[in-house]
């Protein structure tokens, strides 16, 4: 998610960008807000840990984000948190999209990446499951995985 792509989703510019229907989700906005804020850095070459946009590889058409929640901690985990609209669900591009993110992870030196669910979010409890992640103790209200590298 560049900056340009960052002031698009937060204003709903849709005029000439290859979007699905339902594209932006509540999540892409939310993200995007930050990254326009600079509260998160957008990736780079360089930087790797922050929001990316999920494109469909037939289409071309944006579909959901997915990104690190920043850098690696202390311990070598890096967290990520992805979305992908409604309309595109249920098509494994979450996985697809987990499993990218858990590539560039290991190429980039992380040592494990975290990600958390609602406990209710069977769908992309499944998602991780399927891309090798195992089930950590959950936390309040929220199911805990990891996937090491």
């Known amino acids: 998610m560049t900056p340009r792509d960052a002031s698009a989703i937060g204003s709903d510019d849709r005029l000439g960008r290859l979007w699905a229907p339902d594209f932006p989700t509540d999540g892409d906005v ?14 780079t070459p ?13 289409s071309g058409c944006a579909i959901g984000g997915i990104g690190f929640k920043g850098g690696p901690d202390t311990d070598g985990d ?3 948190g992805y979305g992908i609209c409604r309309s595109e669900q249920r098509r494994g591009v979450a996985s697809e999209a987990v499993r990218a993110m858990c590539g560039a992870a290991r190429r980039h030196g992380a040592r494990s990446v975290l990600a958390e669910t609602d406990l209710d979010n069977w769908a992309s409890q499944r998602v991780l499951e399927k891309c090798g992640f195992t089930r950590e103790p959950d936390d309040d209200d929220l199911s805990q995985w990891r996937y090491s590298l």
């Open 30 to 43: 939310r993200v995007a807000s930050l990254v326009e804020r600079g509260i998160i850095s957008p990736a």
């Open 78 to 80: 890096v967290e990520i």
């Open 46 to 58: 360089s930087w790797p840990w922050g929001p990316y946009v999920v494109v469909d590889n037939e």
